[in-house]
């Protein structure tokens, strides 16, 4: 019941944004459910205003600013991005998910098709807007499928084709790499999981692929204590007491760890250190502690060391 007198009222603030008026609550009304007229006429006005934005978004040629025209650029995306959100949620509330992956597509179309200035001396204000665009579109549209398939029983074949198209062209892509950690562990297939970031981490040029790889492992390495703890306090085991012991999947994290030492991305991050810390100081072992985390700090050490003789060496 409460969920219906939302999705009422998301539908009126929708419709009320579409049909360009004032917001009025829907209990003014004196009506339970938005009327079907004012569903129409805000389908059609936002037809209109997705056409509208459409025409004004050409390239705007000029000159380069300094930094390639990244002050241009609105991070949290253009008209067209909010109004094509907008409408695609409204069109999901109104209609069903496949009418609003319609619009979400029709504004990918587009943007694909909007031309590139090539010219270096000359930058194309809309070009790296685009880019941005065309990512948060793709980015909104997985996570409205993403809800859909967590409240409907629907299978997951559409989702993970989304996620797989939508991966290949943003792999660096947190949301997206979100969205993908809770679909697969649903499926508790997580061969496949590990065989996506064994070959995503070989390639990557960002950190964000290989903090999610070593974030998957954690996430199921407590869903494995809880559960196990879970059946140690029905157990004589005594409260308090159950420690999680070294296991494939403890190994398996300290390996994607090692493997982040060793890339130039990820290495000198901060947050990354304190993962790899607070990792080690849990685990059961402290042999294990103390050997684990010398190692990277040797490494780093000695490579401090050869570039400090270097220095030394050419001054």
Not at 31 to 59: N, Q, T, W
Not at 290 to 308: C, D, F, V
Request: hydrophobic fraction near 35%.
């Amino acid at each position: 019941m409460a969920t219906e007198k939302l999705k009422t009222e998301a539908i009126n603030l929708l419709t009320t944004l579409g049909e360009g008026v004032k917001f009025v609550p829907l209990s003014q009304y004196h009506e339970s459910a938005v009327a079907s007229g004012r569903i129409l006429k805000a389908r059609k006005r936002f037809v209109e205003l997705l056409d509208e934005c459409k025409m004004e978004y050409s390239p705007i040629v000029g000159p380069a600013p300094a930094k390639d025209g990244e002050d241009l650029v609105t991070p949290s995306g253009s008209y067209m991005y909010h109004l094509s959100s907008c409408y695609a949620l409204f069109q999901y509330l109104t209609v069903s998910s496949q009418a609003a992956r319609v619009v979400f597509q029709d504004v990918l179309s587009f943007l694909d098709k909007v031309p590139t200035n090539s010219n270096p001396n000359e930058i194309s204000v809309l070009s790296s807007q685009k880019e941005l665009d065309s990512e948060l579109v793709t980015v909104a549209e997985i996570q409205l499928l993403s809800f859909h398939t967590g409240v409907s029983p629907v299978p997951l074949t559409d989702l993970r084709s989304g996620l797989q198209k939508a991966l290949s062209k943003y792999p660096s892509n947190a949301a997206l790499l979100e969205v993908f950690l809770q679909t697969e562990r649903k499926c508790h297939v997580i061969g496949r999981l590990r065989r996506y970031f064994h070959h995503l981490i070989e390639n990557t040029q960002s950190p964000v692929p290989i903090f999610f790889a070593i974030l998957s492992e954690l996430r199921r390495q407590e869903s494995i204590k809880e559960a196990t703890n879970d059946r140690s306090m029905t157990s004589t085991t005594p409260e308090g007491n159950f420690v999680l012991a070294e296991t494939g999947i403890s190994h398996q994290i300290r390996s994607l760890f090692e493997r982040a030492v060793r890339s130039r991305y990820t290495r000198h991050c901060i947050l990354f250190w304190r993962m790899y810390i607070q990792f080690e100081v849990s685990a059961p072992s402290r042999c294990m502690k103390a050997a684990t985390l010398s190692n990277p700090l040797k490494t780093q050490s000695s490579g401090m060391n050869h570039r400090q003789d270097r220095v030394l060496k050419c001054t």
